[in-house]
């Protein structure tokens, strides 16, 4: 799940070391695959596509169903792998030889100039099978300068028929010389509604009401959320009614945050943030509270000071760009609960 999820978790620099993407498009890819398919009809497709949207929207699924077609000795005019040929069948166990993933190595936080170096040589050799060479980094971001100066030459210096994928949530994080090298395709969030039905097809019935507001309206995030979310709902919403009833100290709750669920648990306390300010500011909820009417939570959302909680939302975000450092987690969470606090009760 942590491939689809775009969480960039997953991490080899073999090629084959990971499950095989499924080459099938996502029902929101369709307009990222329309502006490929005009670019691969007019002869315009560029050798660097900028493949950037947020976390969960399955971005690297997109990639792999872009490689698919490019591929696919049988598909139409339009760009989307028939599923059946012999490149397709190679794409769908993931043994293709002319798709090569470059990923963050497990022991490595970020991908190096050598692997880069590496997978642009094998570019450059004559493809296994007479078509396109396609090579897919996947988190973008993650490369270090010099990984990114080494892509860059091979993106000034293109052989034909290679196409390399930068797949990333943050395209601000890349060298902006390395960005304008690149034709930008966005895989956008499906709306509310499309990404609900989407969501109870996949799990068999309908997903619970806040899921996807936690996920961010991100459908791939959500799924993945989906099997521990009731222990999420009732561990974030007892700690949060706690330390706003003053049951407990600002320091017992950050410390009750941390962990490895930390990233998700902020999630869950941003979607309550967002949902209390909306239904504060009266713009159109598309994700309600749906705490039990005159609960703590539903009460404290509704006199949240809205001044405050924007500035508690900005903080969020600040905390988790600051959680990516080396920071005390400790002191980063502490500092967030006691804003909120101080917004539930300042007036
Ligand atoms: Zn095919």
Redesign the pocket.
Known sequence: MSQDADDGTAGSADDHDFAPLPIALLPWHESACDKLTAAVASKRLSHGLLLQGPAGVGKERFASALA?AL?????GERLE????????HL?KAGTHPDLHWLRIPEDKKSIGVDQVRDVCEQLSMTSMRRGYRVAVIAPAEKMTPSAQNALLKTLEEPAPRTVLVLVTARPSALLPTLRSRCQRIEVARPETASALRWLAAALGGAPPPRLLAVAGGSPLKALALAPNFAALEEQMAGLLEALLDGRIEVTRAAADMQGAGLPTRLDWLEAWLVAAVQAATGVTNETPLTFPTGSLLQRAAAELNITRAFQVLDRLREARRLLEGPVSASLVVETLLLELRTAATAR
Do not use: L, P, Q
């Open positions: 698919a591929f696919c000795t049988a598909r792998a028939c599923g059946e040929c012999a490149e397709c794409s």
